[in-house]
């Protein structure tokens, strides 16, 4: 059974640091590119990040470009999302995503606020 | 970067009637050399992640009912719920695998009439 799991979530004030994790199993994960995709409260889905397997290329949305840094360890199975800078416009659920958006964690919950 | 654009931002239907939502992209997500639409439709209810539902703009993925339908090709594509059970409704997404950025519409919202 595919499981995506994240964590890392929490409250933070505005130009802190989070890094989220995603731990994934049931699957291949160092064969698939994984993303991630953010929800503001009562609003809709966000691209935020992806990686590639082949490679390890990322991509970013513009605004989290220079901000944000996605990584994966594929020793581990795990994807992650190392998050600086923090405004409130980043406050939102993080879901992780394998690759065609097949699977998706539950989500972990980010709210940046003083 | 290429822009989704649903319409409408809501609709109401009755029981066992016909759901259309379109999808607009900014620029062609077809891509020539194998002639597939990189556009996908999730599904979402409240307090659940999204669901996919459709890839290559009108592949139905494992598991989802056969009322579900996706079409279109180029800029233009349609989910069609065939006859609207209770549990469809839900807030629905179309999104472009094209290129990057990745975007997603901003989202229609069904409701039963």
């Known amino acids: 059974e595919v499981q995506l799991v994240e964590s890392g979530g929490g409250l933070v004030k505005p130009g802190g640091s989070l890094r989220l994790s995603c731990a994934a199993s049931?699957?291949?994960?160092?064969?698939?590119?994984m993303t991630w995709v953010r929800q503001a409260p009562g609003k809709g889905l966000e691209w935020v990040s992806t990686v590639t397997a082949s490679d390890g290329s990322t991509y970013y949305a513009d605004s989290v470009k220079g901000r944000f840094t996605i990584s994966r360890d594929n020793s581990k199975n795990t994807l992650y999302l190392q998050m600086n800078s923090l405004t409130a416009e980043d406050t939102a659920l993080y879901y992780c995503?394998?690759?065609?958006?097949?699977?998706w964690g539950q989500g972990t919950l980010v709210t940046v606020s003083s | 970067d290429i822009v989704m654009t649903q319409s409408p931002d809501s609709l109401a239907v009755s029981l066992g009637e016909r759901a259309t939502i379109k999808c607009k992209s900014s620029q062609s997500v077809l891509y020539s050399s194998n002639n597939k639409n990189y556009v996908s439709w999730f599904q979402q209810k409240p307090g659940q992640p999204p669901k996919l539902l459709i890839y290559w703009a009108s592949t139905r993925e494992s598991g989802v009912p056969d009322r579900f339908s996706g079409s279109g090709s180029g800029t233009d594509f349609t989910l069609t719920i065939s006859s609207l059970q209770a549990e469809d409704v839900a807030v629905y997404y179309c999104h472009q695998y094209y290129t990057m950025p990745r975007t997603f519409g901003q989202g229609t919202k069904v409701e039963i009439k």
């Open positions: 995503v394998k690759q065609r958006g097949d699977y």
């Open positions: 049931g699957f291949a994960f160092n064969i698939y590119a």
